[in-house]
Every structure is written in structure tokens, then in C-alpha cells.
């Protein structure tokens, strides 16, 4: 097995939505903001090279949208998918699954792409199995009105209509052990229901693709949780569970949102779970 994040496409979001109730002189220590209280956020993804497998966790927010909805979301710098992929030597079409940790439009939206008239949506990884749970897509396919606007049709449904989709099972305990895809899953319902962790063992580690349940660096004290989440006190009560799991057992926790720093682990103070150090990957393994 070989692992590769892959960065495909960086933006910006308000500082004040990422952090809920967490007043700015708090977390702009961590995570500034620029002069419209927007601070950096990464499309951080993680390919697993597997044997015949080529594994995709999650794919960035896409280039399919119009002008006035990514005006919302800054977005900065020249990444894609395609160059994240070619920079370790893959394309498109060598990707044989993509795991989706939620349906939210930026870590879904890079699996759909208008077809060539643009007269309709495509799959991007024609050859790929799209990889949800049940749970979280019946919650998706029926959005409140909370996450309406992060649950768009013209992601969800071309993936659904290509018959390309398969449902990881959800445990009756938080971690599902040895999924379908050779690792671990930690489900988490704070953010949305049934988002999904990925545990990964590594060269005698174990990799945690984090997703929205730790965004960045600044989100590890506990009470540091998303305005976007839906219910707060369960992130709460779950991210603590996780980060204490993760200090005992020296997970390196890897960062899909985080724009400055990739791979981190945690450590027991008394103030709570706090970082310990931070990494580079391809210096680390």
C-alpha cells in the first residue's frame, strides 16, 4: 500500500461560520483572517494506492459550478484533480473507487462534471465505484433546510442515476472494522449524519483521514466546533471521544481542510487533547 494526499483546489471561508461561537480573537490566533474575515481552507484529498486499487478519498468541490456560486468561495491558486492526480503519476481514469466521507458539495463535488455539449453531468471517474452509506444518503437525498445548500442535486443524482453507487454498512458501534475498502471507519454524526472517518494502518501507523470532524489545527479544543455543524454538542461529545482515542494511540491525523499544515498528531495536557506535532507527509513516510 502507498498513500498520497493530493491537494485539488484551495478556497476561502468565513472565519466566523468555521468556528460557530468561538470569538475571533481566539481563533485568529490560529487560523487569520484576511480583511473580509475569510481565512484559507484546503480540498485536501488522500489516494490509496492498494494492489489493483486506486482509492480516492473524497474530491474537492469541482469546476462545474457558475461564476456566482464560486464568487462565494474565493477561490485561490491553479489546483484540480487532474494536476493533483498527474503529480503522482495517475489520471481520471485509473481511479477505481471513490470513498465519500459526506455529500456536502466540497468534498463530493469533483465526482461530477458537465459532458461535453454540456448539455448534462458525467461521472469524472468513469471506472470508479462511488462509495456512501445508506443512512447518509437517504439524509442527503431529503435535505433539511440547514445543509439544503451544501447538498446539491447535480452532484448527488448523476452519481446515483450511474449505477456506479455502493453503500459502505453502518455499524451498531462507531467504528466499522475492515470495510470493503481494506480499512477502518469511524462514523460521526455531529456534522451530518453518518459522515465518515477513514482509519487507515500504514507502515505500522495508523492515518486518519479527519474530513469535517477536525477541519484544521485551530478546531482541536473541544468547544472550537463549526457553525455548519448540525448538532454542535454531539461534535462536541464525538470529536472529544476521537481526539482522546487519537492521543492514546498516536494517530496522525491528516488534515482535509487545514491549507497550511498536512499531517498532525495530539497529546493529553490539562487542558484537554491538544497538538503535539505537525508533519509533513512525504518527510514522514
Known amino acids: 500500500m502507498k498513500l498520497h494526499p493530493i491537494n485539488v483546489g484551495n478556497f476561502k471561508l468565513d472565519g466566523g461560520a468555521m468556528f460557530g461561537v468561538v470569538p475571533k480573537a481566539l481563533w485568529n490566533k490560529t487560523n487569520p483572517a484576511d480583511e473580509k474575515n475569510m481565512i484559507d481552507i484546503a480540498s485536501r484529498c488522500l489516494l490509496i494506492e492498494d494492489g489493483a486499487r486506486l482509492i480516492l478519498i473524497d474530491t474537492g468541490m469541482g469546476t462545474k459550478q457558475s461564476d456566482k456560486f464560486f464568487s462565494f468561495y474565493y477561490r485561490w ?140 489545527v485551530g478546531h482541536i479544543p473541544v468547544a472550537y466546533v463549526m457553525g455548519y455543524d448540525t448538532r454542535p454538542l454531539l461534535t462536541l461529545s464525538e470529536k472529544e471521544r476521537f481526539l482522546n482515542l487519537a492521543a492514546d494511540n498516536n494517530f496522525y491525523l491528516l488534515l ?24 509533513s507527509f512525504n518527510n514522514l513516510f
Open 77 to 216: 491558486g491553479n489546483l484540480s484533480v487532474e494536476k493533483a492526480l498527474a503529480s503522482v503519476g495517475f489520471c481520471k481514469e485509473d481511479v477505481t473507487d471513490v470513498f465519500l466521507t459526506h455529500l456536502h458539495f466540497d468534498h463530493c463535488g469533483g465526482c461530477v462534471d458537465w459532458n461535453k455539449d454540456r448539455s448534462g453531468y458525467e461521472l469524472v471517474f468513469k471506472n470508479a465505484v462511488i462509495w456512501s452509506n445508506d443512512k447518509h444518503w437517504s439524509w442527503a437525498a431529503k435535505a433539511n433546510s440547514r445543509e439544503k445548500a451544501s447538498f446539491l442535486s447535480e452532484n448527488i443524482l448523476p452519481i446515483k442515476e450511474s449505477g456506479n453507487l455502493k453503500f459502505i454498512p453502518v455499524p451498531s458501534l462507531e467504528i466499522l472494522q475492515s470495510s470493503e475498502l481494506g480499512f477502518d471507519v469511524f462514523f460521526a454524526n455531529g456534522h451530518t449524519e453518518k459522515q465518515m472517518i477513514p482509519m487507515i494502518a500504514y507502515k505500522g501507523k495508523t492515518i486518519c483521514f479527519m474530513a469535517d470532524l477536525l477541519p484544521t
Open 256 to 279: 482535509e481542510h487545514d491549507a497550511h499544515n498536512e499531517l498532525i498528531t495530539v497529546k493529553h495536557t490539562e487542558k484537554g487533547v491538544r497538538l503535539n506535532e505537525i508533519h
